[in-house]
């Protein structure tokens, strides 16, 4: 059951495997290891968490940037700018194992925000 509700293919972070819960009715889209926290695309939002705390959890709507550096021999960084200055930047380093679910959850964010817009 947790592994239809997943819907993450093949990727490296199941279900039951987030240091954060979600609701029943709420779908995991993609989720990936990123230092220091798990990054986390439901159908709703997206999460940053660790076991400690979630740092961000904003419906994709409230991202005003998302910036994906991948450079040659470094692990890439995802940067996280929430609209409301209330909410911390997320700097996120993304180990190579992980670069395909980011860009899975990228495409997924770029693609929530086009719907939303139009």
């Not at 990054?39 to 709703?44: E, F, G, M, S």
């Not at 999460?47 to 705390?53: A, L």
């Not at 995802?78 to 860009?103: C, G, I, K, N, Y």
Request: charged fraction near 30%; include cysteine; proline fraction near 8%.
């Amino acid at each position: 059951m947790a592994r239809e509700r997943a819907a993450c293919l093949e990727y490296t972070v199941e279900l039951h495997e987030l240091p954060f819960s979600l609701p029943e009715e709420e779908r995991l889209q993609v989720a990936a290891r990123t230092a220091p926290a798990v990054l986390a695309v439901t159908d709703r939002r997206m999460i940053v968490g660790s076991e400690h705390r979630v740092a961000l959890d904003l419906p994709i709507e409230a991202l005003r940037r998302i910036q994906f550096d991948v450079e040659r021999g470094r692990p890439a960084t995802l940067v996280l700018v929430p609209h409301d200055p209330r909410h911390e930047p997320q700097v996120l380093a993304v180990p190579d194992a992980e670069l395909e679910a980011v860009s899975r959850a990228m495409f997924l964010v770029g693609a929530r925000r086009q719907e939303l817009d139009h």
